[in-house]
């Protein structure tokens, strides 16, 4: 599948780029399902709430169309969309008037084991730690150093994922997916207001679970409350819900509530 630069097929990019040159921009990773891009709208509401942050000027109607016609070629597979403040000179200031850019990639739908979803993950505890700026906190922004570095601490087929933390031991997310406990039928996510992405199918669960009656909360999480929850999984945009199994020496089973939680997933990607 050719990749899109402003909705045109293109094979190159400007080096002067400032998401090349600064991380400049944000992203959303998609999955496209018999040629339909799923939770599109999340997608939309989590790059416009950037936009607005970082004060980059979108078209998002425009990005929406390009979204639903590059997705309508791919078929099935994930597209990529990069969003950039656009080209500039050297130094940091933004060039005033420079057009934001638009870039589209296309790739087949990940191989996951099934074990993944059926048995569950094991989790590396990753020693790289989440910056706190809660300017940047809860965005898909392209500057992801953090998850770079985390994901090299391990390169074993045993751990399908890596927990991480912030500066405070506070526990937070995965490497790229979003984590959710579930304590006395009650589930749990980490409050992102200081550091973390809030994921498109983290935020689609939340708003499944309070039409389905489950209690949830959003808020800090330590490592004991961790360590004591009876249920535990991961999620994203693409794969859904991972059940975790392990961390380290601590075990789980896939519970009730990750289950009807991961049947929720499958359909939201499916419709």
Not at 32 to 42: E, N
Not at 52 to 80: F, H, T
Request: charged share 20%; net charge neutral; hydrophobic share 45%.
């Amino acid at each position: 599948m050719h990749s899109w630069v402003d909705g045109q097929p293109a094979t190159a990019l400007n080096l002067q780029n400032r998401g090349l040159a600064y991380g400049d921009g944000l992203f959303e990773t998609i999955a496209v399902r018999a040629g339909h891009p799923s939770l599109l709208d999340g997608h939309l509401a989590r790059l416009a709430l950037g936009c607005q942050r970082l004060a980059i000027d979108a078209d998002l109607a425009l990005i929406a169309d390009e979204i639903r016609r590059y997705a309508s070629q791919l078929g099935d597979g994930v597209a990529k969309l990069v969003v950039t403040r656009g080209d500039s000179q050297r130094g940091y200031a933004p060039l005033a008037g420079a057009a934001a850019r638009r870039i589209l990639q296309g790739g087949p739908v990940p191989s996951y084991p099934a074990a993944n979803a059926e048995r569950g993950v094991r989790l590396f505890p990753c020693r790289t730690r989440l910056a706190e700026q809660p300017l940047l906190a809860g965005l898909k922004h392209l500057n992801r150093l953090e998850q770079v570095l985390a994901r090299a601490e391990w390169q074993d087929s045993e751990h399908a994922e890596g927990l991480m933390c912030d500066g405070q031991g506070r526990v937070i997310e995965g490497v790229y997916s979003n984590l959710f406990l579930v304590r006395d039928a009650v589930l749990l996510t980490a409050d992102l207001s200081r550091c973390g992405v809030a994921g498109v199918m983290r935020g689609a669960l939340l708003e499944q679970a309070q039409a389905l009656g489950i209690a949830s909360q959003v808020r800090d999480l330590s490592f004991d409350e961790l360590e004591q929850a009876q249920e535990i999984f991961v999620c994203n945009s693409v794969y859904g819900v991972w059940p975790v199994r392990a961390i380290a020496a601590l075990n789980w089973s896939p519970g009730p509530l990750t289950r009807k939680l991961q049947a929720v997933a499958r359909t939201l990607l499916d419709t």
